[in-house]
Structures are given as C-alpha cells and as structure tokens.
C-alpha cells in the first residue's frame, strides 16, 4: 500500500443512537463528510412534540454549513430580551438585539422544535445533497454498546457493528449521571397568536422577544424559581411559555418530557396568583401544556471511551436557562463532521485519536454553558444577554466570568480544530525530524 493510502481518507460506518436533534445534526454533519450512517430512534416520529428552542449566531453557522437555510424552520428573528417584574410586568431590563446581525453576521433564531427536527431530518435523508442519504431505523432501541466490538445492541437481541457510535439518546443514560433533583420543574405550553388576537391579549404577545417574568428572589418572599419564559416561534404563529415553579409544587417525578397533558390548574398554582394578570390571561389559553422535570446535572468526567461518544443532551444535559441545549448539540454535530473530514484524513483512520480531539474541542465550552445554565437558574440576570446589561436591581446583577453573547459568537470551531490538529500533527511528526538530524 502506498503511503497516500494509508494516510488517506476512510469512509466510516457511524452508527448515531437517538434521533432528536442532536443525533440528527450529526448523522447530517457526518454524511456529508464523507460517511456511511445509521440512525437508530426508539420512536415513531410522530409523537414529537415541543415549543420554541433558540438557535444564536454560532448554532446557525453550523446549519448555514450543512447546506440547511434556516429560513425553511419557519424563524422568529428575535430583536430583544425583556426582564419583566413578576407582579406587574414591569419591564426591569432589556438586551436590544436589533444590532445583533450587523455585528455576528446572522440574527438570533427562535424555532419550533418540530420545524426544526423536521428540516434536519428531510436533509439528513434526501437523495440529492452532499454525501449518501442517511438510514433511519425507528421504533429500535438500543439496549447497549459494547466498547470493545464497537457493537450496538438493541432491545429485540439483533445487534450491529460500526467503525464510530455517537450516543444522542437525550438525558436519561450514557455515562452513570450525577444528578440531583432540581428545586425547579417547568410546565411548556404554547399559544396561538390566532387566539391572542380574537381575545384581545395583546399586550405583550406580539412582539419578536424573548420575555422573563421573575426569576429572581422577589418580593414578599416570592421564590426565585417563580419564572416564565415566553416566546414566538413557527413563523410567529405560535407563543410559547415555559412555566417554572418551585419542584414541592407538582408532582410528576420522571426526567425529562412527557407527553401528558396537564390542566392548566396544575401551572397556577402558588405565587402565580401574583401573577402580571396579562400574562395570566394568556396562560389560560394555552393548549399543549406538558410537565417538563429537570434535573441539575454535574458535568461528567468523560464523552468518550474507545470508538464511542456521546453528543447532546447525552454529554452535556442541563438547565435550560441559557436557550444552549440545541444549540451545544448542533455544535458537538458540528465538530465531529469537522474532525471526521478529508481535511483531517488521520481521524478517519484512528477513530479514538478523533475522538480525543472531538472531546478537547467541544467539552470546555459545552461545560461552561452547563455551569452558566445552572447559575442562571439562581439568577436571571445570568442569562446570556442580561449579563451584558446595566439593572438596577442588584439581585439582578451577573456574577464575575458569566457567560456573554460575545463568548458564545466570536468562538470559531473551524479555527479551533485547525490549531489543535497543527499541535497534534506537530508532535507526531517532531521525533521522525529529529531522526533525520
Ligand atoms: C420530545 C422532546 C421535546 C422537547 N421539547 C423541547 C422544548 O420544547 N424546548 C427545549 O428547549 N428543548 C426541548 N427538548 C430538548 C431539546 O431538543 C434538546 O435539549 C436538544 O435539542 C438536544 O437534543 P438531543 O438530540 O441531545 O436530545 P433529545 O432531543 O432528547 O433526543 C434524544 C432522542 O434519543 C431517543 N432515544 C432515547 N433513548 C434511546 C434509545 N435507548 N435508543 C434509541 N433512541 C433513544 C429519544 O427518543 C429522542 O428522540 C425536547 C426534547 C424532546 C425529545
Ligand atoms: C431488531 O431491531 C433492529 C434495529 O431496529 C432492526 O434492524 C432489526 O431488523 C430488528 N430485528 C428483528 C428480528 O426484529
Ligand atoms: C464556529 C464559527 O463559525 N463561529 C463564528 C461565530 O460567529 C462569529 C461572528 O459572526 C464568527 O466570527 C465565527 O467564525
């Protein structure tokens, strides 16, 4: 063999397990570097449900590069932030972002979940596009992962093997996770702006804003996990809300999302009868209102073992309180078709040094957002944004080092990787000159 060939290039079988949007964006980001993927989803794809996840500058890139216009996700170009006091909606602070695509390029996205899981799956599969159509296999989940074959096994005893796995199977398993319960759970439920309008409850809902009410220690004693996040999505035909409450206020127990309906009762409870009436009105009228428990997660020792890896909320779960989660997973999607590209031929031929390096490039940054998630639970004034912003309330002020959208925008992935590989490639090849001297 010739000494190009074995340094060349080498298609991958991947194996990606979970098809939310994580798992998605990398099957996409891997098939058109070059790979071979199979999706394996436990579901059908029919029960998705889900409200407004934002997508900032940096999330958009990533998508620009898959070839994805992110106008086909049916955006709300976002223009600010509001801070709103709990009681009487108050505005305490606004982050403007109407400079926000003249200074980082590309406008701060709010999607529906669905439109964007859809879009990413359309591309993931097309026959036309860079790259061959990625499999996807529903109603197939795995079981297990053997480290040592690299082999996926699924629940009805059939296994598969393949050169890398990327776990994307969402929060509930992967590494052994360190979690405690979270003293705050949330309630999602959406309004339709058609609704708003014939009910005349217009006064907050219209406008191209993310909106926060509480979040802080309020008055009289009110918790500061008393909160309501509010936005448009799905071309502003939908408001969503994110209802967050004490925990020893509900009662359901399982992580993550269900797909039970609950009473709208079981949102107003507590302090919300404190509520700013027009945002009260509004979530009267809300439909789809599922519980959503959330669970603090510390960040975990390790993504990678062997030819293995996780990705998403599997590697990173946390707090939703930054609007990251899709975005950090659109960036792990990201990276790994970056490092398993022709432009790094080595990976693609020693799938654990790639992986190394897909795990230095992403889990820093990815931490820092899961920790600045977990304060900005505390604090609203640690959401990315607020932390750029002069309140008067001193509860309100960030702490030293949070986290900004100059941070999170000026980060370039592709430099990055560029420079480690340099350094990698450096030291490789530093004892072979030494050998000629
Ligand atoms: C139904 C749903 C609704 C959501 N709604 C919102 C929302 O309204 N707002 C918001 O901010 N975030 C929401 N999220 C979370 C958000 O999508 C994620 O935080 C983020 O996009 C990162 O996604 P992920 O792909 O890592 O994980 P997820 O989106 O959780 O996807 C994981 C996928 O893996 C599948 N899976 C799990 N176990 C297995 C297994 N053993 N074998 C095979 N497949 C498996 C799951 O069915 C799921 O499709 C939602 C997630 C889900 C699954
Ligand atoms: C078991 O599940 C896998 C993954 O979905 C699938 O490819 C295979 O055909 C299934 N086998 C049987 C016997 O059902
Ligand atoms: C990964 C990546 O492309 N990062 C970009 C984030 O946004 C800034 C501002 O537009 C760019 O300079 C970076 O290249």
């Known amino acids: ?27 996409l980001s891997m098939r058109r570097a070059g790979h071979r993927v199979d999706i ?6 029919d029960v998705e449900v889900g409200a407004s996840i934002s997508c900032a500058a940096n999330g958009s890139v990533h998508l620009e590069d898959w070839g994805i216009d992110v106008k086909s996700m049916s955006p709300v170009a976002l223009m600010k ?10 505005i305490q602070g606004v982050y403007d972002l109407s400079d926000y695509e003249r200074e980082w390029g590309r406008v701060y996205y709010m999607l529906h979940r669905q439109d964007m899981h859809k879009v990413l799956l359309d591309a993931a599969t097309a026959e036309d596009g ?32 393949a050169d890398l796995i990327v776990g994307a199977d969402g929060i509930r398993i992967g590494v052994k996770p360190d979690i405690k ?10 309004v339709l702006t058609e609704d708003i309008k014939r009910l005349g409850l217009v006064k907050h809902s219209y406008e191209p804003a993310i909106q926060f009410w509480g979040g802080s220690e309020g008055k ?24 967050f409450m004490p925990t020893e206020l509900t009662n359901h127990r399982e992580e993550g999302f269900t797909f039970k309906e609950a009473p709208v009762s079981d949102i107003l409870q507590g302090r919300y009868s404190d509520l700013d009436p027009e945002c009260l009105a509004l979530l009267k009228n809300s439909r789809e209102r599922m ?6 997660h510390q960040a975990y020792t390790h993504w990678i073992n062997k030819r293995t890896c996780l990705l998403g909320d599997a590697a990173h779960p946390m707090m939703p309180h930054q609007s990251q989660g899709a975005v950090q997973a659109i960036e792990d ?27 230095a490039i992403r889990k820093p940054r990815a931490t820092r957002v899961q920790e600045a998630s977990a304060r900005a639970t505390e604090n609203v004034g640690e959401r990315i944004g607020f932390t750029s912003i002069q309140v008067e309330d001193e509860s309100l002020r960030p702490s030293e080092g949070s986290l900004t959208v100059r941070e999170m925008n000026e980060y370039n992935m592709h430099q990055h990787v560029a420079a480690e590989v340099a350094k990698i490639r450096k030291a490789r090849d530093a004892p072979q000159e030494m050998a000629h001297l």
């Open 181 to 190: 319960t979270s003293p705050q759970t949330c309630y999602r439920c959406n």
């Open 291 to 296: 519980p959503w428990r959330l669970y603090v």
């Open 333 to 359: 999607a990201g990276a790994l078709g970056i490092i398993f590209s022709a432009k790094y031929p080595e990976f693609t031929r020693d799938v654990e040094a790639g992986l190394r390096l897909y795990q």
């Open 1 to 27: 063999m010739s000494t190009s060939q074995a340094s060349g290039f080498k298609q991958l079988h991947v194996a990606v397990i979970g098809g939310g949007i994580g798992g998605l964006a990398a099957a």
């Open 40 to 45: 394996f989803e436990r579901r059908g794809f």
């Open 220 to 243: 009289n004693g009110r918790s500061k996990y008393y909160k309501i996040v509010m936005a448009p999505c799905s071309n502003g035909e939908v408001v969503s809300f994110y209802c």
């Open 130 to 161: 860079i790259g061959i159509p990625c499999q996807v296999h529903n109603n197939s989940p795995c079981d297990t992962v053997d480290l040592e074959t690299n082999t996926v096994k699924f629940l009805n005893g059939t296994s598969i093997q």
């Open 81 to 90: 932030l509001t801070m709103r006091d709990w009681e009487t909606g108050q």
